[in-house]
């Protein structure tokens, strides 16, 4: 299995606005840059949407260096414990960007594009750590997920042998960087299809218009689709856009029924649905030649196992049974990086629990239904802990008792609610937000800041957050 992600071909490889590397350029500064890189035990990057955080990871790839990306609006207490638990060796970044103080114990190295001799470079094998992402959990801080090399090559193809991705086709994306979603399905995979990542910076729709003249296909998180269902009936340009798209990918949360059609009503296109994991990458998805059915994250992809369980642990095998979803295959992560607690218990019998619930149509199709862990938000397709957020608002003065939920919200799917008995003088809901934002990420900020005298609690002592949110 080798680890083609910098191949020699004048195709352009990276597109940032207007700075854009070709397959030959990027292998060149990559390489260079690899070559320093070569025995460090591990690396972050500062991820911006930029040319450089894609360099960065085609570095640390070749050199066989375990990366740690790192968002670029990361806030103190979390940067604080990526840290500590991955002890990076050296920060890469982009010239000219400023880094938190946070990352003053870390030495920096810039990112050039300057390209030099470099390699070859020893294989480091397939199981060789490759990345480490972070990822909320129901409690506690954010868990690395180390994700061997094997994971992301395997996944690449088997999405590629669904989506029939080649070459030929450019990726239009608006995504992060420091995610799974944008970094290995958005900027890895084009790069190993020998093909194009248009990246726009940031999402807008009139951005999406633009990139999908030459764009053939698009990946993005339910909440884009939305903005873009809200648009599309009236703007004719941006409905020839996603006409003229081979193919619009969306995953990390469900796509709402309704935008699905509302986007296959204005453009004869239906959105394309695939499942996915931080600790499973791809799992499954509805086929480029397969039925795009609403409300469906389609078949499980070649080579991964799909399975319903019931509470007991037994698999289930009628049509139309409801379990947790349970995943074994090449795909899968390694660990959680120093949880070897949290790694044990995330599998039964070496298949991944992902505490999702879901269900098969008779044809084998899935249908994600419901999660198990209620403490988990999903929010704009980030995923948030409940706990996390309540122990940082439990740090403000302001604060005497907190619990905080997810409601429903067309925009995110999810927004954050926190449910706050103040201590004192009621602080505004906005500081409370840029508390959460300062601490955390602005995206892990509660959206609505809901006042009350007391939280309802069990015998125990617990707060019983479906009482809360009826
Ligand atoms: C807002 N901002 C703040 C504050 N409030 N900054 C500091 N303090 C505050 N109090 C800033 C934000 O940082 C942001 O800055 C801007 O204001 C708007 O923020 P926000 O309202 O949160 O975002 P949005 O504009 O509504 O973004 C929607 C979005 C975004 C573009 C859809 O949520 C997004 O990119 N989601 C993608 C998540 C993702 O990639 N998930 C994949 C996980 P600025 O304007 O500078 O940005 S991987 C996964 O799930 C698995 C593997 C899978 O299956 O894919
Ligand atoms: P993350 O931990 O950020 O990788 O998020 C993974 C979770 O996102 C999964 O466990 C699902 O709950 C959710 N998810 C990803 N793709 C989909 C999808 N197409 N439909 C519904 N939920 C999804």
């Not at 873009?228 to 990918?249: C, F, P, Q, T, Y």
């Not at 397969?290 to 019931?310: H, I, S, T, Y």
Request: net charge negative; charged share 25%; proline share 6%.
């Amino acid at each position: 299995m080798t680890l083609m992600f910098a191949l020699q071909s004048d195709r352009v490889a990276l597109r940032f606005g207007d700075r854009t590397l070709t397959h030959t350029e990027l292998a060149a500064c990559a390489g260079t840059l690899a070559q320093q890189l070569s025995g460090l035990p591990r690396v972050a990057i500062w991820a911006t949407p930029a040319i450089e955080t894609c360099v960065a990871v085609v570095a640390a790839l070749l050199a066989g260096v375990p990366a740690v990306p790192l968002n670029p609006k990361v806030g103190e207490r979390e940067l604080a414990h990526i840290v500590s638990d991955s002890a990076p060796a050296l920060v890469l970044a982009a010239p000219g960007t400023r880094l938190p103080t946070g990352l003053d114990s870390v030495p920096r190295r810039d990112v050039t594009l300057d390209g030099g001799d470099f390699g070859p470079f020893a294989d480091p094998g397939d199981e060789a750590p490759a990345l480490i992402v972070y990822t909320s959990g129901t409690t506690g801080a954010p868990k690395g997920v180390v994700l061997p090399r094997r994971a992301i090559v395997s996944t690449l193809d088997a999405v590629a042998e669904a989506w029939e991705w080649t070459s030929e086709d450019v990726l239009v994306h608006a995504l992060p960087l420091f995610h799974v979603h944008g970094l290995i399905l958005g900027v890895l995979g084009p790069l190993r299809r020998g093909g194009t990542v248009h990246h726009l910076g940031k999402f807008s729709t009139d951005a999406v218009t633009q990139a999908l003249n030459d764009g053939t296909m698009m990946f993005g998180v339910p909440t884009m689709y939305h903005r873009i269902a809200e648009e599309v009936g009236e703007d004719v340009k941006l409905a020839d856009a996603l006409s003229g798209a081979r193919l619009l990918v969306s995953g990390s949360a469900a796509l709402p029924v309704r935008d699905h059609e509302r986007i296959a009503a204005a453009t004869g296109q239906r959105v394309v649905e695939r499942y996915g994991m931080t600790e499973t990458l791809m799992n499954t998805s509805v086929r480029a030649d397969g039925d795009r059915r609403p409300g469906a994250v389609g078949v499980p992809l070649p080579g991964v196992e799909v399975r319903l369980v019931d509470d007991a642990g037994l698999a289930l095998d009628d049509v139309g049974a409801i379990g947790e979803i349970q995943v074994r295959g090449p795909n899968l992560f390694t660990e959680y990086l120093n949880r070897p607690d949290a790694t044990a218990e995330a599998f039964a019998d070496g298949w991944f629990r992902t505490g999702d619930v879901g269900t098969r149509d008779e044809d084998g199709y899935f249908r994600i239904v419901g999660r198990k862990a209620t403490d988990i938000i999903k929010s704009g397709g980030y995923k948030i802990g409940a706990g996390e957020i309540e122990n940082a608002l439990l740090e403000h003065p302001g604060v005497k008792e907190v619990a905080v939920t997810g409601e429903p919200d067309d925009d995110l799917g999810e927004r954050i609610v926190a449910w706050v008995v103040p201590a004192g003088a009621e602080p505004s809901s906005g500081e409370l937000a840029d508390h959460v934002a300062r601490l955390l990420t602005p995206h892990k900020r509660p959206r609505v800041v809901r006042f009350v005298e007391s939280l309802p609690r069990n015998d125990m002592g617990k707060v019983m957050k479906r009482a809360l949110r009826a």
